[in-house]
């Protein structure tokens, strides 16, 4: 078929890397973000109008782009906290199984309190039974304060236990700038591969949009395309690769 009505279509599946950025504008390493439903661009665009003024028609005779944006949307699915912590710009903590000695609290009868940390065991509470005082709520990591038992309501308590290996987030949004990199399968194109290249974005603070449901997790999060005057003119927002 002559080139002239040769087409090439897109289905792009793979991987998206995000990297945080150095001062020059390169990349501080890319990490996989798990898997990411879509990744959607849409541009935006302000024109000027210029009307002429001879024919009485008003015809539109001059165009002019005065502004230009591009919003990115990136739909993450995996649950996983090192791919929560990119697409939340959280703080990422890990922790080994341990124990707690005294964890201060207010006791509330016939309310919970929420320890600092998930999927407990072994709790104590001083001068007190579990049963009677108290009940362990031990997967979620926290505790009920009985009525009918000895601890007054509103008293200060320490509470001691031990808890399992977990990881922690904190979100904790700034304004980081990141490259971020797509190097696609093209599913309509006998699986060649394309690689997209956004040079310097912005990501709005995000939250889960499914806490709790019947349907997997999916996080939508915004982002701005930037320019990076770092770069040549003419190639200062993103780039493709293509395989021959």
């Not at 199984?97 to 600092?116: F, M, P």
């Not at 060649?192 to 949009?209: E, H, N, Q």
């Not at 499914?210 to 996080?219: A, F, H, K, P, Y």
Request: charged share 20%; aromatic share 8%.
């Amino acid at each position: 078929m002559s080139e002239q009505f040769d087409s090439i279509y897109w289905r792009g599946q793979g991987p998206l890397f995000l990297a945080a950025r150095d001062a020059t504008g390169q990349p501080l390493g890319f990490s996989f973000v798990g898997d990411v439903e879509s990744v959607e661009g849409s541009p935006s665009v302000s024109r000027q109008d210029i009307k002429e003024n001879v024919t009485g028609q008003r015809n539109t005779a001059a165009s002019f782009i005065t502004e230009q944006s591009t919003d990115i949307t990136i739909n993450f699915k995996s649950a996983k906290p090192t791919h929560l912590a990119q697409a939340l710009q959280a703080d990422l903590t890990v922790k080994s199984a341990g124990n707690v000695s005294a964890e201060s609290h207010t006791a509330y009868h016939d309310k919970l309190i929420k320890l600092a940390n998930v999927k407990v065991s072994n709790v104590a509470i001083s001068g007190s039974a579990e049963g009677t005082d108290f009940i362990t709520h031990a997967d979620e990591g926290m505790v009920e304060i009985l009525s009918t038992g000895n601890i007054g309501d509103g008293a200060a308590i320490t509470i001691g236990y031990d808890f399992a290996a977990q990881k922690h987030l904190s979100a904790n949004p700034s304004n980081t700038e990141f490259m971020m990199t797509f190097p696609g399968i093209n599913t309509a194109n006998n699986d060649k591969r394309g690689r997209c290249t956004v040079y310097r974005i912005t990501i709005d603070p995000a939250f889960l949009s499914l806490i709790q449901g019947d349907q997997e997790m999916s996080l939508s999060v915004k982002a701005k395309m930037l320019m990076d005057d770092l770069r040549p003119v003419g190639d200062q927002l993103y780039g493709w690769e293509f395989e021959d």
